[in-house]
């Protein structure tokens, strides 16, 4: 059973602060990896992709890789308040032959005016 | 990306009935998901559907209960059979976005808006 590990939260940051999202998953050989935001009542919205170690930067979005340690992270700067949200993590493996994305439970942000 | 629209939106239905949800894209796409999502839980895949082939349906999912039709590149159905109110929960279908066709796995999925199903 492959896995995909968030802590639930409620993560609550300051606006205007750093907010720090991690995510580890069990299957080593994992090639991509993404980030998702849900709003309450809404449907997921892809906001990152990352395939290689290192980092991506995307607007205040950065997302973080190291396969080694099979960690994935997402880092928002300048936090808004329009960033509370649920953030799901995203994992594309391969599953008996075909290619298959594993979904974290989420964790829930909030950020405080 | 790709719009993606389903219907209806949300339904609600009495114990022993079917549903029949609705996906459309904007755009040819090989690959179709259906998820469904609980309520404060994340994202279940039910079945994987491809055009011209049977869907591919996860474990604990079975075609009886949850058929797929896939008609062409652009549209998808998925039917909830014979409901029961442990039923209730949202339905999504997503489309694989094809980035890159010579490997598959770093192709993104997009989601459509979902349709949320109470099940009296």
């Known amino acids: 059973q492959k896995e995909v590990e968030q802590n639930s939260g409620p993560l609550s940051v300051p606006e205007g602060a750093i907010a720090s999202l991690n995510c580890t998953y069990s299957?080593?050989?994992?090639?991509?990896f993404f980030w998702y935001r849900q709003y309450s009542g809404k449907s997921p919205e892809l906001i990152m992709s990352?395939?290689?170690?290192g980092d991506k930067e995307d607007g205040r979005f950065t997302a973080q890789l190291n396969k080694a340690s099979q960690y994935v992270s997402l880092l928002i700067r300048d936090s808004q308040p329009s960033d509370s949200a649920t953030y799901l993590c995203?994992?594309?493996?391969?599953?008996?032959?075909?290619?298959?994305?594993?979904f974290g439970t989420g964790t829930k942000l909030q950020v405080i005016p | 990306s790709a719009v993606i629209s389903q219907k209806p939106s949300r339904d609600i239905c009495q114990r022993g009935t079917s549903l029949t949800i609705q996906c459309q894209v904007d755009?040819?796409?090989?690959?179709m998901f259906w998820y469904r999502q609980q309520p404060g839980q994340s994202l279940t895949l039910i079945a994987t559907?491809?055009?011209?082939?049977?869907?591919?349906?996860e474990s604990g999912f079975v075609i009886d209960k949850f058929p797929i039709s896939r008609p062409n590149l652009t549209f998808s159905t998925l039917t909830v059979s014979n409901m029961s109110p442990e039923d209730s929960s949202i339905y999504l279908c997503?489309?694989?976005?094809?980035?890159?066709?010579?490997?598959?796995?770093?192709?993104?999925?997009?989601f459509g808006p979902g349709t949320r199903l109470t099940v009296l």
């Open positions: 997503s489309v694989e976005v094809l980035d890159s066709p010579l490997w598959s796995s770093y192709n993104e999925q997009f």
């Open positions: 299957d080593r050989v994992s090639q991509s």
């Open positions: 990352i395939y290689s170690n």
């Open positions: 995203a994992v594309n493996g391969d599953s008996g032959g075909y290619q298959k994305v594993t």
């Open positions: 755009s040819q796409v090989t690959m």
């Open positions: 559907a491809n055009q011209g082939s049977e869907a591919t349906y």
